[in-house]
RNA sequence: GGCUCGUUGGUCAAGAGGUUAAGACGCUGCCCUCUCACGGCAGAAUCAUGGGUUCGAUUCCCGUACGAGCUGCCA
């Protein structure tokens, strides 16, 4: 049997990096076996709709190589793939009235105020579970009521014996005590589906195989698994995915500042790390591999390899794995991401392809690059204790006298190249019978303004150009001179 | 509170009834080096806890603690 998995999102914002991952394991469960990989819109709630957020669902699964084989955009045949789409088209209602006429579902004309007096507070949360009061109405009664338009909805009606089991792909068999089923709504007042029972139906009518999604709804289960039973329809695989956690070891949220997949590419990762990162959050390989493209993730993606434990989202690791990417990209595509960084910091006319490589093996994230190339555009103001350097032997003094001797080299240097420079600096330290790092520490410093920089002084100059590179060693004995 | 799930270094994690308990990030040190980074090498650091079962348990079972999720006309 072909596999049909889905992704079945709310439209109600960026893209949580825990449903990002739960949409990627899904995918890479249905591609590894050459199956379907469907989108769903699940817009059910009217009330948290959030303007344009389909359009970042598409967007992202499109940045991300998530390609769905059946989605709103491309129909196969068991559309419309929106489910407020689906609730005009009567699917929910029809469904649900098959339940009442089964049994396994009523009427209940309840309203807010009831309810209320159901809740109870325990441990500071709002507790409510369901009396079954109009489970008892007679057909006469709930025609009455339905006739003179009293507000309604539908819900699931559970036994109070008995015991319902369920099997998860990685939990194994779980088993609850019917009599802690509540009854849930199935169809609310507003006459939309709540999202238990448009999952059950639309998967179901979808041909999904393996239900996959976050570990939240392992509660809820079993409750499918009596609606499945009560239309006689067959059970999906299920696969629980373990939760993402923040630092705090709390469900990642908003607060942590990259809880969404947007915020991470508009903090400088590539969607390919972000991906690759999140497949290894809960998930291992069989081999020590780490680095892994979609593409080899669908060849080596087991999913009973997939954990139980939820994972701690690592910023920093997530940083390191970002730079492995950046490392491995060519001098080119480099560039073409680091430009507008680079531009961020300079403006003058050099060489940005230079600078780019410079930070090439030196950044995880694009936006570590302004601060690192900024003194190419201007030297910063800096402390002439900069200039003291315990393994180059050098301090104020010492390199006050050495920037003096070497201005008029400098002068007199016509090629300005990195290895010309280095080789003049070079014989002027052999000469003076100094450890060439007391010869460049100075002029590094100098040129640079900076306690560490990404490249040399001699590759600094050359990028500089005789003329800057000597106002700036000029500058820098004024400031040695001024402040000894 | 109830129900369900989980617990291997700081983090991601492999692993198996008997192992020196992998690997990665981070950290520390060393090497390389025109600073830094890259790269290389080395090191510190882990089986929550109490009972069983067993010749032997971190691995299997039970309890406890801790954590998480659910307990919505949200998904």
Known sequence: ???????????????????????????????????????????????????????????????????????????GGVGPYVQSERVKAGIYDRYAKELIEKGEAYYCFCDAERLASLTQVVDGKEISVYDKHCLHLSKEEVEEKLAAGVPHVIRQNNPQEGTTTFHDELYGDIEVENKELDDMILIKSDGYPTYNFANVVDDHLMGITHVVRGNEYISSTPKYNRLYEAFGWEVPAYIHCPLIMGEDKKKLSKRSGHSSYEDLIEQGFLPEAVVNFIALLGWSPDSNEEIFSLEQLVKEFDYKRIGRSPAVFDYTKLRWMNGEYLKAMDAETFYQGAEKYLKEAITKDLDLKHIAELCHTRIEIWPDIPDMVDFFEKVPDYDVSMYTHKKSKTNPEIALKILEEELPLLEAQEDFTNDALFDMLKSYSAEKGIKINTALWPVRTAVSGKAVTPAGASEIMEILGKEESLARVRAAIEKLKAES
């Open 1 to 75: 049997m072909k596999i049909r998995t889905r992704y079945a999102p709310s439209p109600t914002g960026r893209m949580h990096v825990g449903n990002l991952r739960t949409a990627l394991y899904a995918y890479l469960i249905a591609k590894h076996e050459g199956g379907d990989f469907l989108l769903r819109i699940e817009d059910t709630d009217q009330v948290r709709q959030v303007e344009g957020a389909v359009d970042i669902i598409n967007r992202t699964l499109a940045d991300t190589g998530l390609i769905p084989d059946e989605s709103p955009d491309k129909d």
